[in-house]
DNA sequence: ATCACTCGTTGCAACGTTGCAATAAATGCG
DNA sequence: CGCATTTATTGCAACGTTGCAACGAGTGAT
């Protein structure tokens, strides 16, 4: 018949070790709160002798802040999210990105988010919770369209995000971008050297701003030249399938089949090398081929195709230096940068 | 000379629009911030005719509960973590498991936060970090060792979590796990049916329990059919590479070359596969081949390999229902689960 | 009319943090 | 020595939420 403790119950949390607060570290070192809290963000004005014996107090008991009094107090959710789309990506792209992220935020006290979305308009209502909410300190976008809305809806509310890939407003904001016309100029170049006369290109997304980017340069350094130039643009084709591989055995009996061929997705290279292959069509003797990548797949199965290469992971470092850059108040004027193709030609 | 209006700068946050609270509510209906919240949250004791106008209210100004407060008081964080290592991974895994989970969580509270690690040793900190700062509700983790320590330190501390892959320890625990015992039977019984004699089984990494797993299972299904099996342990080699390709070329020659082999990685399977033909091994003739699949560009290379299904994605939103479910305080046991593999037989 | 009880609602405190105004102690100046 | 100024520290309130004890009003029994 031994009733409850009348102040049992009291923990809402689980007890188990206690975690370090503020309160902690102040009754240890019989200082207030609120000279601890002031102490440990480096409070200039206080005595030497106070921040040393706090900051060993703190680490004595392993003290971190606590992320929800943080962000109740001060708005600062200490979170970056990732929106991603489910648009075609090219092989590990996620994987590469999120690691790259993850290398920038190391050390930091950044958390990150990663909202999975299936296509680009529940992506755009995905970022209109974050900005709603609050949810976190800013977004990384990628597969970036010339007039994203993502992007505009940002801009409108002056968030603090970094886009994978420029658009076509005059207003600037933070992006990153591969610099496709850098690699556009590049394997025109190397096709023409090669002896090519008639370029194609074939392109999986023609929604992205990237993908006016190529195809300008494209038409222009075909022109300059003096060669031919066509595009293809394959969106509605699963980038493996037997329906791309058929797309390259076509490709092989037509009368005007190009004699260089540039693909920005190695997924769909492969399967249209294999489909060329299929009708006999032999590498870089009737063809020469230049296809962008982001991991060693094609490069093992077609080791003579020449490629350039996107480093995704280096990627997702420099966006998440931009964004935090730009979280801290920085003009987005000066959070621009392209990263510059790395060609490997094999002969 | 206007001083600034004593109460001027009392705003921490950025007013933008003002986000809904309890608070607003409140002076909306009238009622008070107890009876709002207890409301919002189906709370039986108050008249139908309240909890109407509460939620009326509520809905008329997009409430949604504040995650820093929610946390704050009661510690519950409504995230889930998931815990990458970045050791050898299938095709797009963290791309289908990502949105696997992205599809689970859909309609729910919870948020996906990603910690990206670069080995197992750094994954264990990782969940170490998690626990003590108390900065998700539960945790997913992938390449289960046999006696994983982030298993033992989250069951030490009785938080909830479950596991891609199943572990050796005699406490029971959430996981969700590709039936290994079964596709091993499938191929090797497959493989006998073609004629194959000797098997052999190439397997990228001998620190998850699923290793364990699938050579025991080879052992016994070859026993039983008396034929010969062997093992090939490729941890050092990377999946794609040239040196994959010319373990292939190497085994072509080989005197004892095997007449069936079972992969369970389709990137090395591909670059194996380039290998054995360049040595003039032709499938379906002098070996024949199955492979565990999670993409499609092993099918569309090969498309006569007989491949067996490992569906990520689906792997994705099994574990965060577990999880859940978990989290909601179901017993262990009643949460663990294997996926079927599902045979694609090609000829 | 008083009591005990239920029903529906409310006030208060607390979670961990930080900004600000206020304090106390030490110093400078005339 | 008194007053103003600087230096170092502190108390208080607030961010949004929830658990709990307490409340007043109504009901029915005594």
Redesign the pocket.
């Known amino acids: 018949m031994t009733k409850s403790k ?1 102040d049992a ?1 009291r923990n ?2 689980q007890p188990r070790g ?2 370090a ?4 570290i102040s009754e240890l070192t ?12 480096g ?1 200039a ?7 040393q014996k706090v900051e060993a107090a703190a680490r004595s008991v392993g ?4 992320r ?3 962000r ?4 600062k959710t200490n979170v970056i999210a990732l929106v991603l789309d489910g648009s075609d990506e090219a092989i590990d792209f996620s994987r590469h990105m999120i690691r790259g992220i993850g290398e920038a935020i190391g050390g930091t006290r950044y958390h990150l988010t990663v909202m999975p979305e299936f296509d680009r308009v529940a992506s755009v209502e995905t970022v209109r919770y974050i900005l709603e909410n609050r949810t976190a300190d800013g977004v990384i976008i990628t597969h970036t369209g010339a007039r994203d809305r993502r992007v505009q809806l940002m801009m409108d509310h002056d968030f603090p995000f970094v886009s994978h890939g420029r658009t076509e407003f005059f207003t600037p904001h933070p992006f990153h971008d591969f610099h496709a016309e850098a690699f556009t100029e590049l394997a025109v170049e190397r096709l023409v050297e090669k002896g090519c006369r008639d370029v194609m290109l074939a392109i999986g997304d023609d929604t992205t701003n990237n993908y006016h980017n190529i195809v300008r340069t494209l038409e222009r350094a075909a022109a300059r030249h003096g060669v031919k130039s066509r595009v293809v643009v394959q969106k509605a084709i699963r980038p493996a399938s037997a329906e791309m591989r058929q797309f390259g055995r076509d490709l092989a009996d037509r009368a005007d089949r190009p004699d260089g061929f540039i693909c920005d997705s190695e997924t769909r290279a492969i399967s249209m090398l294999c489909g060329l292959q299929d009708g006999g069509v032999m590498l870089e003797r009737d063809i020469h081929f230049i296809c962008k990548q982001t991991s060693d797949i094609l490069s093992t199965v077609f080791p003579g195709v020449d490629t350039i290469e996107e480093d995704v992971y280096a990627a997702g470092v420099e966006l998440t230096r931009l964004l935090l850059r730009r979280i801290d108040g920085e003009p987005a004027e000066t959070l621009q940068t392209l990263s510059e193709p790395v060609a490997h030609w094999r002969s």
Chains 1, 2 share one sequence.
């Open positions: 009348p119950g809402i949390r206690k975690r607060t503020l309160k902690t019989g200082l207030s709160l609120s000279t601890v809290s002031l102490s440990l963000r409070g004005s206080l005595k030497e002798e106070t921040r003290y971190v802040p606590d929800a009094g943080v109740l107090r001060t708005g």
